[in-house]
């Protein structure tokens, strides 16, 4: 059973522009979400999360939008950078944590 | 940040022996630490939970026999794979919870299971 569901494998931006990724979510009482990156055989990071009591979490050039009603977040990077290549993941820690199914970002120079 | 460490990185064994991989919170006490696998291209699956002191929750579908699962102290997990087929080949992930900051996980850098 998949809670965390994100629908778009992989993103293809050029550096300098928005890339915008997207999760959705089928538990209204979720009510904490984090996003991770992960680059190739290491161990996810933790970017920024947010909380059901917000609808926008900022953190430099990293925010995410939570819309409740829709049961989506999404994660925007702005200016993308190459270095921001990698797989991001969105998860709920309801309890515990599960991730979606990563959407793979690749930023070109 | 929280640093939590996985040892091996990298392991290669012969099908049916036995693998263990340690999971350290290295600067914070974890009660609760998860493992989690990846298989190529595929999303980190949680495998179980585990938590000092007592027995560790298993997901659905994961065999609580053939991934044992040990939380003997507050900075310690381990995972031992027993009698390793080349199915089990897999990345292998920890993260642990540190209660003073309830709702993030520090994951560990993975260890990477090939089992000839």
């Known amino acids: 059973d998949q809670q965390v569901k994100q629908n778009s494998p992989s993103l293809s931006v050029q550096e300098g522009r928005i890339s915008i990724l997207n999760c959705d979510y089928t538990n209204s009482m979720f009510d904490y979400f984090l996003w991770y990156k992960k680059y190739p055989a290491e161990g996810p990071t933790f970017l920024i999360s947010i909380s059901s009591i917000k609808d926008k979490n900022e953190d430099g050039r990293f925010t995410v939008f939570l819309n409740k009603s829709a049961k989506h977040l999404s994660l925007h990077i702005v200016p993308s950078q190459p270095g921001d290549s990698a797989v991001y993941f969105c998860?709920?820690?309801?309890?515990?944590?599960?991730f979606g199914s990563g959407t793979k970002l690749n930023v070109k120079p | 940040g929280a640093v939590v460490s996985q040892h091996p990185s990298r392991v290669i064994c012969k099908s049916g022996t036995s693998v263990k991989i340690e999971c350290r919170s290295l600067?914070?006490?974890?009660?609760?630490m998860f493992w989690y696998r990846q298989f190529p291209k595929q999303s980190l699956m949680l495998m179980a939970t585990?938590?000092?002191?007592?027995?560790?929750?298993?997901e659905q579908g994961v065999e609580k026999d053939k991934f044992l699962i040990n939380h003997a102290s507050l900075t310690l997990s381990t995972l031992t794979v027993t009698s390793a087929h080349p199915e089990d080949s897999s990345f292998y992930i920890c993260?642990?919870?540190?209660?003073?900051?309830?709702?993030?996980?520090?994951f560990g850098p993975g260890t990477r299971l090939t089992v000839l």
């Open positions: 998860g709920h820690n309801f309890n515990k944590f599960y």
């Open positions: 600067d914070f006490q974890a009660t609760t």
């Open positions: 585990s938590n000092e002191g007592s027995k560790a929750t298993y």
């Open positions: 993260s642990a919870r540190d209660p003073t900051k309830i709702d993030t996980q520090y």
